[in-house]
């Protein structure tokens, strides 16, 4: 019989008809006391306690355990009582190969035994089983001192090994970020109490070197001052001063009296990439998983996973060998500067370089313990265009990865293979995306899909001092639209006759950069014809990947940043925030030049001082305060966003420390709502572009929609551009035109954007407690941490660690014991602060009903039809009015055509 039926009575405790408990709760608790109670180092007269608030976390009375239990419930579920000595046979599903060939694998000593075993492959397996009489080398020595350390009890008769307890010390450093002095602190305290000895480790520094075999290594390459180059190569490791510069490579520092050592000025840590892409296959954890996106096909033309993009299966079209083993990895690449010091003055940047591989399922994809730093790019200077000498050792061994591949033992299948990896593209904000594909995002020319094509188009503010991409974009309408034939809403006197600008292939822009210098071998320069034909820098050191020109997408526009920059232009010049908006005197003299729109025009008193007439796009300051204590009174659900009524400064008029994300939130969900006081003609194109970016962001994409979305923002844009000034319109407001593109040919953005990459950059900031040291301090947080989360898969289950923790909003419900309702009703939690009750009234009462409806999934197909019978009876409706009329119609709608019990 299942365990869930035969224990069934553990989360069906109250008697439905009756008070009180049910007989089969009160007999089985008794049982499991009992059962708890005869295991061997039970003393007195404690157990773990299992109720959903201790969840086996710490030892209490049986007789306090049982009254925990009759009122909160045992934790959710465990139906092996694993805690309390018994073997759970599903547990085979996350270990490892020795744990299926021999019984008894669930004893705790056998799961780290089997960590060990997975850490260093099968021919040490092969090497305990057989007599094995040679002495062993470095790399078995390792793996014998760890097996012992894993064997080695902390005292006769504990439960512990002097493993397990260096590993669950240093995760609970990593996870709490727990400086080295506390960490000795408490290990000392844990050797004073326990029996004479024993075997815990003495301080930081020895619980490091013991799990440090477990882990991966790092590598210091000494590199030229001012970053001209690294001595990296058996050449270059000779030099004792830079090629190109001439700068020292080391300076003297004294260690005693009279004497020196030559320690390297200036050092960078690599973190080799290939034994991270080998430890994802030795691990039942992940190997499993690394062929999700061959053996999970999706419909075609369902976008939910970058391997369901034109990117992807272009790849594989032109490398057949590759795509016929799908456990090859293909990886993209974020880099990223952030200042480690806060509250300081000294500036200074850091730049980790980030691998994440891409076989992973949707769930596993993008997150923490699969985001493998490689490089740690040193300070105190942005790396600029001089990122690709940094970027040598890595791209050395992605070539390696590519030409001849790594022997690697996949334990799901217990075989060995060749794997290979490839590199599909970056990930990066603006300024980055020039740093490494070499094509300035500045100037007339920043767009790297129009390329010199645009250099027509966009044109320079003689008042504003910069420059407008106003009116770039009539060229990308269909030829017989009615906006090409407009010359008096955009450029005043100008038809649009040009074709849309053709997208170069990998083969065209290699014909481009590969006459170009390469930074990596001279000093940099400006190359021939820059800012005027082109706006090359350099080529990139990507170039020397063979499959580089291949890559449909070689560096991907972030959606995050550029959804942010174009919700500040929107809201900062619409709510005409001083200093920030986009339509100040400059911008109105601007105009007069180009447009034809006199009443915005400036106005020249009888005094001499200018005027500035309101324009049509600005809310007046009665709205803007309306505005301003509607966002400050806003509440929205926990973790959606953070705390709008920070932001707000109502004294100033303004909104200060608004993040990515709450940008994010703002401009798709309440740009519409906020703005609803503007005149319709205006209103209608900016509630079109927030409902284009939410779309966008959608986590699963369908190729017809992108197409319609493809035409969609071109005549957005448009309509923006019949809206507001030239002074509006810079590179971020033009960018938006090729996203549609990128996410047909790429994927959902979830997978190329940098949301993920910049809570991991947070992370890595939390790290630097040496602030004399930051990329040292990172790099030996971030391979401890690393190590951790291998090792994680072997901890029991009641060790709260990163993967296995309990959301803070977790009530301990179980979905199994509550009856299910409409799916609207089914998310549990807890009540944040105190409960307190009241009626709602009429307009409250309504917008929770509408709120109901239109997030209830049962309600969806009755929406659709809805929206079907509105496209019907009017064809030529936006979808801005549609989503209106949803909000105000819908409820009549549906009661009055649906029956409803």
Same mark, same amino acid.
């Given at each position: 019989?299942?365990?869930?039926?035969?224990?069934?009575?553990?989360?069906?405790?109250?008697?439905?008809?009756?008070?009180?408990?049910?007989?089969?709760?009160?007999?089985?608790?008794?049982?499991?006391?009992?059962?708890?109670?005869?295991?061997?180092?039970?003393?007195?007269?404690?157990?773990?306690?299992?109720?959903?608030?201790?969840?086996?976390?710490?030892?209490?009375?049986?007789?306090?355990?049982?009254?925990?239990?009759?009122?909160?419930?045992?934790?959710?579920?465990?139906?092996?009582?694993?805690?309390?000595?018994?073997?759970?046979?599903?547990?085979?599903?996350?270990?490892?190969?020795?744990?299926?060939?021999?019984?008894?694998?669930?004893?705790?000593?056998?799961?780290?035994?089997?960590?060990?075993?997975?850490?260093?492959?099968?021919?040490?397996?092969?090497?305990?089983?057989?007599?094995?009489?040679?002495?062993?080398?470095?790399?078995?020595?390792?793996?014998?001192?760890?097996?012992?350390?894993?064997?080695?009890?902390?005292?006769?008769?504990?439960?512990?090994?002097?493993?397990?307890?260096?590993?669950?010390?240093?995760?609970?450093?990593?996870?709490?970020?727990?400086?080295?002095?506390?960490?000795?602190?408490?290990?000392?305290?844990?050797?004073?109490?326990?029996?004479?000895?024993?075997?815990?480790?003495?301080?930081?520094?020895?619980?490091?070197?013991?799990?440090?075999?477990?882990?991966?290594? $790092?590598?210091?390459?000494?590199?030229?001052?001012?970053?001209?180059?690294?001595?990296?190569?058996?050449?270059?490791?000779?030099?004792?001063?830079?090629?190109?510069?001439?700068?020292?490579?080391?300076?003297?520092?004294?260690?005693?009296?009279?004497?020196?050592?030559?320690?390297?000025?200036?050092?960078?840590?690599?973190?080799?990439?290939?034994?991270?892409?080998?430890?994802?296959?030795?691990?039942?954890?992940?190997?499993?998983?690394?062929?999700?996106?061959?053996?999970?096909?999706?419909?075609?033309?369902?976008?939910?996973?970058?391997?369901?993009?034109?990117?992807?299966?272009?790849?594989?079209?032109?490398?057949?060998?590759?795509?016929?083993?799908?456990?090859?990895?293909?990886?993209?690449?974020?880099?990223?500067?952030?200042?480690?010091?806060?509250?300081?003055?000294?500036?200074?940047?850091?730049?980790?370089?980030?691998?994440?591989?891409?076989?992973?399922?949707?769930?596993?994809?993008?997150?923490?313990?699969?985001?493998?730093?490689?490089?740690?790019?040193?300070?105190?200077?942005?790396?600029?265009?001089?990122?690709?000498?940094?970027?040598?050792?890595?791209?050395?061994?992605?070539?390696?990865?590519?030409?001849?591949?790594?022997?690697?033992?996949?334990?799901?299948?217990?075989?060995?293979?060749?794997?290979?990896?490839?590199?599909?593209?970056?990930?990066?904000?603006?300024? $980055?995306?020039?740093?490494?594909?070499?094509?300035?995002?500045?100037?007339?020319?920043?767009?790297?899909?129009?390329?010199?094509?645009?250099?027509?188009?966009?044109?320079?503010?003689?008042?504003?001092?910069?420059?407008?991409?106003?009116?770039?974009?009539?060229?990308?309408?269909?030829?017989?639209?009615?906006?090409?034939?407009?010359?008096?809403?955009?450029?005043?006197?100008?038809?649009?006759?040009?074709?849309?600008?053709?997208?170069?292939?990998?083969?065209?822009?290699?014909?481009?950069?590969?006459?170009?210098?390469?930074?990596?071998?001279?000093?940099?320069?400006?190359?021939?014809?820059?800012?005027?034909?082109?706006?090359?820098?350099?080529?990139?050191?990507?170039?020397?990947?063979?499959?580089?020109?291949?890559?449909?997408?070689?560096?991907?526009?972030?959606?995050?940043?550029?959804?942010?920059?174009?919700?500040?232009?929107?809201?900062?010049?619409?709510?005409?925030?001083?200093?920030?908006?986009?339509?100040?005197?400059?911008?109105?003299?601007?105009?007069?030049?180009?447009?034809?729109?006199?009443?915005?025009?400036?106005?020249?008193?009888?005094?001499?001082?200018?005027?500035?007439?309101?324009?049509?796009?600005?809310?007046?300051?009665?709205?803007?305060?309306?505005?301003?204590?509607?966002?400050?009174?806003?509440?929205?659900?926990?973790?959606?966003?953070?705390?709008?009524?920070?932001?707000?400064?109502?004294?100033?008029?303004?909104?200060?420390?608004?993040?990515?994300?709450?940008?994010?939130?703002?401009?798709?969900?309440?740009?519409?709502?906020?703005?609803?006081?503007?005149?319709?003609?205006?209103?209608?194109?900016?509630?079109?572009?927030?409902?284009?970016?939410?779309?966008?962001?959608?986590?699963?994409?369908?190729?017809?929609?992108?197409?319609?979305?493809?035409?969609?923002?071109?005549?957005?844009?448009?309509?923006?551009?019949?809206?507001?000034?030239?002074?509006?319109?810079?590179?971020?407001?033009?960018?938006?035109?090729?996203?549609?593109?990128?996410?047909?040919?790429?994927?959902?953005?979830?997978?190329?954007?940098?949301?993920?990459?910049?809570?991991?950059?947070?992370?890595?900031?939390?790290?630097?407690?040496?602030?004399?040291?930051?990329?040292?301090?990172?790099?030996?947080?971030?391979?401890?941490?690393?190590?951790?989360?291998?090792?994680?898969?072997?901890?029991?289950?009641?060790?709260?660690?990163?993967?296995?923790?309990?959301?803070?909003?977790?009530?301990?419900?179980?979905?199994?014991?509550?009856?299910?309702?409409?799916?609207?009703?089914?998310?549990?939690?807890?009540?944040?602060?105190?409960?307190?009750?009241?009626?709602?009234?009429?307009?409250?009462?309504?917008?929770?009903?509408?709120?109901?409806?239109?997030?209830?999934?049962?309600?969806?197909?009755?929406?659709?039809?809805?929206?079907?019978?509105?496209?019907?009876?009017?064809?030529?409706?936006?979808?801005?009015?549609?989503?209106?009329?949803?909000?105000?119609?819908?409820?009549?709608?549906?009661?009055?055509?649906?029956?409803?019990?």
């Amino acid at each position: 019989m299942d365990i869930r039926v035969r224990r069934s009575w553990m989360y069906n405790r109250l008697n439905p008809h009756k008070k009180g408990y049910t007989p089969e709760f009160l007999k089985g608790l008794e049982e499991f006391v009992s059962f708890a109670m005869k295991q061997p180092g039970t003393s007195n007269n404690e157990i773990r306690c299992p109720c959903s608030i201790c969840r086996n976390i710490g030892f209490i009375h049986f007789e306090e355990a049982k009254v925990h239990i009759f009122k909160k419930g045992f934790t959710p579920d465990y139906w092996y009582w694993t805690c309390h000595g018994e073997v759970n046979p599903e547990l085979c599903v996350e270990l490892s190969r020795k744990q299926y060939a021999q019984e008894g694998y669930n004893d705790h000593h056998n799961r780290f035994e089997n960590m060990v075993y997975d850490v260093f492959g099968p021919q040490h397996q092969m090497q305990c089983d057989d007599d094995y009489e040679e002495s062993p080398n470095i790399a078995d020595q390792k793996f014998y001192d760890l097996l012992h350390a894993a064997q080695k009890p902390l005292w006769p008769g504990c439960d512990h090994t002097e493993l397990s307890v260096a590993v669950r010390l240093l995760t609970i450093k990593s996870e709490g970020n727990i400086s080295q002095r506390s960490f000795n602190q408490m290990v000392e305290l844990m050797k004073e109490t326990n029996p004479p000895n024993n075997c815990v480790p003495q301080d930081y520094y020895r619980a490091k070197k013991i799990v440090s075999k477990l882990g991966l290594t $790092a590598e210091k390459i000494d590199c030229c001052v001012n970053g001209c180059m690294l001595f990296y190569t058996d050449e270059c490791k000779q030099l004792k001063e830079c090629k190109f510069c001439n700068a020292p490579r080391y300076e003297k520092k004294k260690i005693g009296k009279g004497r020196f050592k030559e320690v390297p000025i200036k050092r960078m840590h690599y973190l080799p990439l290939t034994p991270r892409l080998k430890r994802l296959y030795a691990s039942m954890s992940s190997a499993p998983h690394m062929t999700w996106h061959y053996e999970t096909r999706r419909e075609p033309g369902v976008l939910c996973h970058p391997s369901d993009g034109e990117s992807w299966k272009h790849f594989d079209q032109v490398y057949p060998d590759f795509a016929a083993e799908p456990r090859n990895v293909r990886l993209g690449l974020c880099t990223d500067g952030f200042a480690p010091f806060n509250h300081t003055t000294s500036r200074y940047s850091c730049w980790p370089v980030i691998v994440t591989p891409y076989n992973l399922p949707p769930e596993l994809c993008m997150t923490t313990p699969y985001m493998f730093l490689t490089l740690i790019i040193p300070g105190p200077k942005n790396p600029k265009s001089k990122i690709d000498v940094y970027l040598q050792p890595l791209i050395d061994e992605l070539k390696q990865l590519w030409n001849e591949g790594v022997l690697t033992h996949d334990i799901s299948r217990k075989q060995n293979f060749k794997m290979k990896a490839a590199l599909m593209w970056t990930i990066n904000d603006f300024p $980055a995306y020039g740093m490494l594909s070499g094509w300035s995002t500045a100037g007339k020319l920043a767009c790297p899909y129009c390329m010199n094509q645009s250099k027509s188009k966009a044109f320079y503010l003689e008042h504003s001092k910069k420059c407008s991409w106003f009116d770039c974009h009539r060229q990308f309408l269909p030829m017989n639209h009615v906006f090409r034939r407009n010359k008096d809403a955009f450029y005043k006197d100008r038809k649009e006759k040009s074709k849309p600008p053709q997208l170069l292939s990998g083969e065209d822009v290699w014909e481009e950069v590969s006459f170009l210098p390469k930074i990596t071998e001279v000093d940099p320069c400006v190359c021939d014809g820059f800012g005027v034909s082109h706006n090359w820098k350099k080529q990139s050191i990507f170039w020397e990947l063979p499959y580089w020109k291949d890559n449909l997408i070689r560096h991907n526009l972030d959606v995050m940043h550029i959804e942010k920059n174009v919700f500040d232009n929107v809201f900062n010049t619409v709510m005409d925030i001083k200093g920030k908006t986009k339509d100040n005197a400059k911008a109105r003299k601007d105009l007069k030049e180009y447009c034809r729109r006199k009443e915005l025009e400036l106005h020249v008193l009888p005094n001499g001082k200018e005027l500035k007439p309101k324009a049509k796009y600005v809310l007046s300051n009665d709205q803007q305060k309306g505005v301003y204590k509607w966002i400050s009174e806003l509440k929205m659900p926990d973790g959606h966003a953070s705390n709008l009524h920070r932001c707000v400064n109502s004294e100033e008029q303004k909104i200060i420390g608004m993040k990515s994300h709450d940008c994010h939130v703002f401009m798709e969900r309440l740009l519409p709502i906020a703005f609803s006081a503007l005149p319709h003609n205006v209103w209608n194109p900016i509630a079109e572009l927030s409902k284009f970016f939410k779309d966008l962001c959608s986590t699963i994409l369908r190729v017809d929609d992108l197409l319609l979305m493809e035409q969609n923002i071109v005549i957005i844009t448009c309509k923006l551009e019949k809206i507001f000034p030239p002074g509006f319109f810079n590179s971020m407001e033009h960018i938006p035109i090729h996203l549609p593109y990128e996410a047909r040919v790429g994927g959902p953005v979830q997978y190329r954007w940098m949301y993920p990459f910049e809570r991991y950059l947070n992370r890595l900031k939390q790290m630097v407690k040496n602030r004399s040291r930051v990329e040292g301090s990172i790099c030996e947080a971030y391979l401890c941490q690393e190590t951790s989360h291998f090792c994680s898969y072997y901890f029991e289950s009641h060790v709260q660690t990163l993967r296995n923790k309990v959301g803070r909003n977790d009530d301990g419900v179980q979905d199994d014991v509550v009856p299910q309702t409409f799916s609207i009703f089914n998310h549990y939690g807890r009540s944040a602060g105190f409960c307190k009750s009241r009626y709602l009234d009429d307009r409250e009462l309504k917008a929770a009903h509408l709120h109901i409806l239109l997030n209830c999934e049962e309600v969806q197909p009755y929406i659709e039809c809805f929206v079907k019978y509105l496209e019907e009876n009017n064809p030529n409706v936006s979808q801005a009015v549609i989503d209106g009329r949803i909000s105000s119609e819908f409820p009549t709608w549906f009661y009055t055509y649906v029956s409803v019990p």
